[in-house]
């Protein structure tokens, strides 16, 4: 079946760590994307990228850097620059090119700091 | 710039009652709106759309939104809600640059 896979389902990092998440999608879709969700602020974009080897700075991109080196795949690395980093990260993916601009999700991963 | 607003951050109700969740959205340009569920440590699943056309959407589940473009609202409804309806609700605008805005979301709460 096809669909977005996000690894791990829960992640801690400790003071200091970067951590990677990571984001596989067997859609052949064009453009992907990384959410943060925040109880009582919904999500918020983080970085995009609308084909290999391009991305572009979301609203709260600070702390974090992605890689569009395949398709399929668009890791999202959290430094140790982010300050705040606990929070459920969500994956997305969409045809750049479908007029009905459908966003597929993965199932989220839940970092949390030790 | 294009924004969403959810005015409820939390809707109780009984079931099998009607339910309507609010969302308000605001662009100077043509928009495409969304109502999206979230289940309970899960991603998002699109309920419903509207690009153009008819202004009444019907989605999945029995949900329904009205996009009123005067009022600048695309409100969710469902005559009757169950149990299961329990979830997160988020409304999105996307103004066809590649992303997609996201409201702040209202649980929804059914209880027996």
């Known amino acids: 079946d096809g669909g977005i896979t996000q690894s791990p389902k829960y992640l801690f990092r400790k003071e200091g760590q970067n951590v990677t998440l990571s984001c596989e999608q067997n859609?052949?879709?064009?453009?992907m994307y990384w959410y943060r969700q925040d109880p009582g602020q919904g999500l918020r974009l983080i970085y995009y990228?609308?084909?290999?080897?391009?991305?572009q700075k979301g609203d709260i991109a600070e702390g974090y850097s992605v890689s569009r080196e395949k398709k399929e795949s668009f890791p999202l690395t959290v430094t140790s620059a982010q300050k705040n980093p606990t929070a459920f990260y969500l994956c997305?993916?969409?045809?750049?090119?479908?007029?009905?601009?459908?966003?597929?999700f993965g199932s989220g991963t839940q970092l949390s700091v030790l | 710039a294009q924004s969403v607003t959810q005015l409820d951050s939390q809707v109780p109700v009984f079931e099998e009652a009607p339910v309507e969740l609010r969302c308000n959205y605001s662009?100077?340009?043509?928009?495409?709106l969304f109502w999206y569920v979230q289940y309970p440590n899960q991603g998002l699943q699109l309920l419903l759309k509207?690009?153009?056309?008819?202004?009444l959407v019907k989605g999945i589940n029995g949900f329904e939104a009205e996009f009123n473009k005067s009022q600048t609202s695309f409100h969710l409804r469902k005559p009757s809600v169950h149990i299961s309806d329990t979830a997160e609700y988020f409304c999105?605008?996307?103004?066809?640059?590649?992303?997609?805005?996201f409201g702040t979301g209202t649980r929804l709460l059914v209880s027996p």
């Open positions: 509207y690009l153009s056309g008819s202004t």
């Open positions: 859609l052949n879709h064009d453009a």
């Open positions: 662009s100077s340009v043509s928009v495409y």
């Open positions: 999105a605008v996307n103004t066809g640059f590649q992303k997609l805005v």
């Open positions: 990228s609308q084909i290999v080897n391009d991305f």
């Open positions: 997305a993916s969409r045809n750049r090119r479908d007029p009905n601009e459908k966003l597929f």
